[in-house]
Every structure is written in structure tokens, then in C-alpha cells.
């Protein structure tokens, strides 16, 4: 979960760390004073007047005030305003619990739906698939998400996924397939027009309209993880050959 200080950190220190690779104990920034506010998120914490890495991965940084390390791993760690794709477990008076890959299932209330209300409640059958926000993650407390965005009350995007097909992936290629730019992605759309949503908790959902580009498009994503951009264009191209070919 992220965590808010009321501080001022020595942002030339961290900045100058930011996409770079730290290890667990690394201090990343120090506290100067008391003026400013950032967030620290999954591994970063405040030691004294330090701010320490508490796992290896990648730093990284979203204006204006956001900090976190980034790496691959299949457990996911919620934190507030990640995206999700989660699975319906269990309908509950007014709301559902939903499977994100957690130890413990997330809430979704019938309100957290754009025009949600006793009267027009969603209708999700155990096993629907979501497309969530977290608004509650912490440890302490049960986690819970939302199918609109807080700015506007409107879904944009979020709320049910309908037919396709999802995947379970690392949460580091979870985050490349987000960047705006994504070769794999990029490779991919240029020959199949497709749907797309990705879960930072390592879910991806997928819709082409066919079997066989769904697989295609699932195999593609996660034979990428660790290719160059160079090798991601021949082993698109080779997949795509394939389905040719048949």
C-alpha cells in the first residue's frame, strides 16, 4: 500500500536512481525537512531519516510525488489505485467478494459500478471477470476496488469483462505491457486488431474474436518477458506465420 510523509526528500538523490536497479538495504533518499509530500509505495520504506529499498528491483517514479520499486514476481502486493483483473467469487446483500490474487478476496460494492444502486445492481455470475481499481489496500484491512474512476464517477473502461480470455503472468510484465510504448503490444496490434486489459496483480485479458489469435496473442505476451525488442519482432512474426500456415 502506498504510504503518505509529510516530508521533503532529497529528490536529486532519488531521481537520480530512478529506473536504475537497487537491492534491499540501498538507501535511496534522505529527509531534509517538512515541507513537501511524496508517496512511497511496494518496497520503500522510511528509516530514521532515510528512505531504504526493502526489495530488489527497479525505482521508479510517477510525477508528481509517487515512488515504488518495480520487479517481477507471481505474488501480487496491492496498493492503492493499481488497475486489476479479478474474478467474481461470491455475491454477497450489496456487492460481491472478487478473487485478485491476494490471500484474502476483495470487496466490490454494488455503488463502486457507474449508475450502481439497489435498484440497478450489476449482474455478475460467480466467475465473471472484472476490470478494477484498488481503493483500499491495507494490510490491516480488507482489501477493496472500484469499477469507476474517482475523478469522474464514470466507468472509463473499468467494470466487466465480457467473452475473451485471461492469462496469468509475472507482475513485471504486467507493468511492460502497461508502458505506452510496448513492443510486443505494438508487434501484435499491427497484425491482429485486438482488446486488451491488464491487471498489475498479473492478469491479462484478451479478446480477438478467435481462438487461435487469443492463443497466439497469450503466447506472444509471455514469450516476451525477457527479448529484446530485435527478438520480439522475429518471434511475432514467427507465431504469426504459423497461424498462415494451418
Avoid at 528491483?57 to 502486493?77: C, T, V
Avoid at 471477470?129 to 474512476?149: F, G, H, Q, T, W
Avoid at 486488431?193 to 487469443?214: C, K, L, Q, T, Y
Wanted: proline content about 5%; glycine content about 10%; aromatic content about 6%.
Amino acid at each position: 500500500f502506498w504510504a503518505y510523509f509529510q516530508v521533503t526528500v532529497k529528490l536529486v538523490k532519488m531521481q537520480a536512481l530512478v529506473d536504475e536497479a537497487v537491492l534491499p538495504g540501498d538507501v535511496v533518499g534522505n529527509i531534509v525537512g517538512s515541507s513537501e509530500a511524496i508517496r512511497l509505495g511496494p518496497g520503500l520504506t522510511q528509516n530514521g531519516e532515510a528512505i531504504v529499498a526493502t526489495k530488489a528491483g527497479i525505482l521508479r517514479h510517477r510525477a508528481p510525488d509517487k515512488f515504488w520499486i518495480e520487479n517481477s514476481q507471481k505474488r501480487y502486493m496491492p496498493a492503492t489505485d493499481d488497475v486489476v483483473i479479478g474474478v467474481v467469487t461470491e455475491k454477497l446483500g450489496e456487492g460481491f467478494k472478487v478473487d485478485i490474487g491476494t490471500h484474502q478476496p476483495a470487496t466490490l460494492s454494488i455503488y463502486q459500478f457507474e449508475g450502481g444502486n439497489k435498484r440497478n445492481r450489476p449482474n455478475l455470475p460467480i466467475g465473471s471477470l472484472v476490470y478494477a481499481r484498488m481503493i483500499v489496500a491495507n494490510k490491516d484491512m480488507e482489501p477493496e476496488i472500484s469499477c469507476v474512476n474517482s475523478a469522474s464517477g464514470k466507468a472509463e473502461g473499468f467494470g466487466p469483462l465480457e467473452g475473451g480470455y485471461m492469462f496469468k503472468c509475472s507482475t513485471g510484465l504486467a507493468r511492460q505491457c502497461m508502458a505506452p510504448e510496448c513492443p510486443v503490444l505494438n508487434e501484435l496490434g499491427a497484425a491482429i486488431p485486438f482488446e486488451i486489459a491488464v491487471g498489475i496483480n498479473g492478469r491479462i485479458w484478451v479478446n480477438s474474436g478467435s481462438v487461435d489469435h487469443s492463443i497466439l496473442l497469450s503466447n506472444a505476451i509471455v514469450n516476451s518477458e525477457y527479448m529484446t525488442e530485435n527478438q520480439v519482432k522475429v518471434m511475432v512474426g514467427e507465431l504469426l506465420e504459423r497461424i498462415k500456415s494451418r
